[in-house]
């Protein structure tokens, strides 16, 4: 298992990261294509989540087979994986996971071997873009100072809300080590960067647009 996976921004063109996409894949697509995403030349990073509550969990997973697209692990990834292991079925189900249900044989088959897939995905990005490092975990980066491959607790990383909950009653600190941070996780109406902190979940399975944010191009230097 992969906790920390490192990206070398100078391979491609445009990078952008994206908040959860809960199974809204056709929503991913059209914005894409309004940003002109060249999946030949660009790179998308998603923070995680990109299945259940949605109507297309199935295409949303597949993604991690595209060479344009990486991910880390979010909480509804691990409810998939750990279900599939015979652990806490119901959580899974109760939170959106009820979509693996309504598969028809092929589509369960490829799911099983998606999910498989997905314990793969690492905890961690760092992004190293123009003398920049962007990281990038689903909920959070449990500790004060970010050093790539050091120990954190996983759980926290993918299900804390503790940071984000401090911020909002105005206390907290930038996080050293990295210059940019990037989470989802907690649905929130808008874009929100506090300190060197970026909160992208702004709930687009609840009928909001995704958040795409582009951290590498033509209009980052």
């Given at each position: 298992m992969e906790i920390y996976k490192r990206i070398d921004g100078s391979k491609y063109r445009n990078i952008y990261v994206v908040g959860d996409?809960?199974?809204?894949?056709?929503?991913?697509?059209?914005?894409?294509?309004?940003?002109?995403?060249?999946?030949?030349?660009?790179?998308?990073?998603?923070v995680g989540d990109l299945i259940d509550r949605g109507p297309q969990s199935l295409e949303c997973l597949d993604l991690i087979m595209e060479k344009w697209f990486v991910c880390v692990r979010g909480n509804h990834e691990q409810m998939a994986i750990d279900a599939l292991s015979g652990k806490n079925v119901n959580l899974w189900f109760h939170n959106g996971g009820d979509w693996f249900n309504r598969l028809d044989y092929d589509q369960e088959v490829l799911a099983k071997a998606l999910i498989a897939r997905a314990e793969n995905l690492p905890y961690v990005i760092e992004l190293a873009t123009h003398g920049k490092t962007i990281v990038i975990s689903h909920a959070d980066y449990p500790d004060s100072e970010y050093a790539f491959d050091k120990p954190i607790d996983?759980?926290?990383?993918?299900?804390?809300?503790?940071?984000?909950?401090?911020?909002?009653?105005?206390?907290?600190?930038?996080?050293?080590?990295?210059?940019?941070?990037?989470?989802?996780?907690?649905?929130?109406?808008?874009?929100?960067?506090?300190?060197?902190?970026?909160?992208?979940?702004t709930g687009a399975v609840f009928g909001n647009l995704l958040t795409i944010v582009q951290v590498q191009g033509d209009t980052n230097g």
């Amino acid at each position: 298992m992969e906790i920390y996976k490192r990206i070398d921004g100078s391979k491609y063109r445009n990078i952008y990261v994206v908040g959860d996409i809960h199974g809204c894949y056709n929503r991913l697509m059209t914005q894409l294509e309004e940003l002109q995403f060249n999946r030949h030349e660009d790179l998308l990073i998603s923070v995680g989540d990109l299945i259940d509550r949605g109507p297309q969990s199935l295409e949303c997973l597949d993604l991690i087979m595209e060479k344009w697209f990486v991910c880390v692990r979010g909480n509804h990834e691990q409810m998939a994986i750990d279900a599939l292991s015979g652990k806490n079925v119901n959580l899974w189900f109760h939170n959106g996971g009820d979509w693996f249900n309504r598969l028809d044989y092929d589509q369960e088959v490829l799911a099983k071997a998606l999910i498989a897939r997905a314990e793969n995905l690492p905890y961690v990005i760092e992004l190293a873009t123009h003398g920049k490092t962007i990281v990038i975990s689903h909920a959070d980066y449990p500790d004060s100072e970010y050093a790539f491959d050091k120990p954190i607790d996983l759980q926290d990383a993918i299900w804390s809300r503790e940071r984000i909950s401090a911020l909002g009653d105005n206390i907290g600190k930038p996080i050293a080590g990295a210059d940019a941070f990037y989470f989802g996780h907690t649905p929130i109406q808008r874009k929100w960067s506090p300190l060197n902190l970026n909160y992208i979940d702004t709930g687009a399975v609840f009928g909001n647009l995704l958040t795409i944010v582009q951290v590498q191009g033509d209009t980052n230097g």
